[in-house]
C-alpha cells in the first residue's frame, strides 16, 4: 500500500531571480496512515509553505507530492480543491468560523459544498459536535462560545466527514494554556480513534504532545524523530 503522504524532493521557490527566496529547499518526507506528527520550526522556516503543499493549497517549484500515491503536484486547481475536500480536515489558528452562523450551522457549511444530502448534513454535524463534547451548545453562534469552544466547532467541523488527514496550523495559537490543553486533548483523542494528525507548531510543548517531531529550519528538514516521551492514550 502506498503511503499516505509522500514528499518527494520539494521546492518552492518564491519570486524566482534575484530576490528569490527558497520557502522550501528539497523536503522529502513520508507520512503513514494513522501517525500523529508534528512539524517544528521558528518563524520564517517554511512551516506554512509546507502546511500548504500538504493541504493541497498551493503547488511546488518542483518535486512531487503524491497524497495517497495519486500525484497532487501538477494538478489543477479545481482537481485539488476536489482532492482537499475528500482526503483532509484543515484547523487553523484563527478558527475561521461564520459570526452569523450558529456551530450547527458552521460545521454544516463545508457539507453542503460537498454535495451531501441535508438531512445527512444534519446528522454528520450533530455527532462531530457531540464528539468534541459540544451537544449542548450547537445553537450557539461564535461570539456566545468560549475560545476553546470556538476551535473545538472549527475541529468538529474539520472530522465531520471523517477526512483521512486532520492538518492543524497553529491551532492552539489563539488560546490561553488552559483551553490549548483541552484543544490538545481532543487532537490526541482524535489521533487514539486512528486518524492521521498533522500538528504545525513553533511552540516545542506543543510539539512533545506528537509522537513523532520533524524540524524544519531555513526551508529544510533539520531532524525527524520518534518522541520517545510520548505515550499513548488509554484505549
Ligand atoms: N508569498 C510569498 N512571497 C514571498 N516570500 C514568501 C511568501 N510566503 C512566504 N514567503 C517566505 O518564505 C519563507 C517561509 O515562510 P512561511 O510562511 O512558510 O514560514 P513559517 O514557518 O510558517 O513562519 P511563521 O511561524 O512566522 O508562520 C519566509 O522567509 C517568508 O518570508
Ligand atoms: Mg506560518
Known amino acids: ?134 451537544g449542548k451548545r450547537m445553537t450557539h453562534k461564535p461570539s456566545e462560545l468560549s475560545g476553546g469552544q470556538q476551535q473545538r466547532v472549527a475541529i468538529a467541523r474539520a472530522i465531520a466527514q471523517a477526512p483521512p488527514i486532520l492538518l492543524a496550523d497553529e491551532p492552539t495559537g489563539n488560546l490561553d494554556s488552559g483551553s490549548s490543553r483541552e484543544i490538545i486533548q481532543t487532537i490526541k483523542n482524535l489521533y487514539a480513534e486512528g486518524r492521521t494528525v498533522i500538528l504545525i507548531t513553533h511552540d516545542p510543548g506543543i510539539a512533545r504532545q506528537a509522537k513523532r517531531i520533524i524540524t524544519i529550519s531555513d526551508g529544510k528538514i533539520a531532524s525527524d524523530e520518534i518522541n520517545t516521551d510520548f505515550k499513548e492514550e488509554e484505549k
Open 1 to 134: 500500500m502506498p503511503a499516505l503522504v509522500e514528499v518527494k524532493d520539494i521546492c518552492k521557490i518564491y519570486n524566482p531571480g534575484e530576490n528569490e527566496v527558497r520557502a522550501l529547499d528539497h523536503v522529502s518526507l513520508t507520512i503513514d496512515e494513522g501517525e500523529f506528527v508534528a512539524i517544528i520550526g521558528q518563524s520564517g522556516s517554511g512551516k506554512s509553505t509546507l502546511m500548504n503543499m500538504l493541504g493541497c493549497l498551493d503547488t511546488p517549484t518542483s518535486g512531487k507530492y503524491l497524497l495517497h500515491g495519486l500525484d497532487v503536484s501538477h494538478m489543477t486547481d479545481d482537481e485539488q480543491s476536489d482532492v482537499r475536500n475528500r482526503e483532509i480536515g484543515f484547523i487553523f489558528q484563527g478558527f475561521n468560523l461564520i459570526p452569523s452562523l450558529t456551530a450547527l450551522e458552521n460545521v454544516e457549511l463545508p457539507l453542503i459544498y460537498r454535495g451531501v444530502s441535508k438531512k445527512k448534513r444534519r446528522e454528520l454535524s450533530i455527532k462531530a459536535l457531540e464528539h468534541v463534547g459540544l
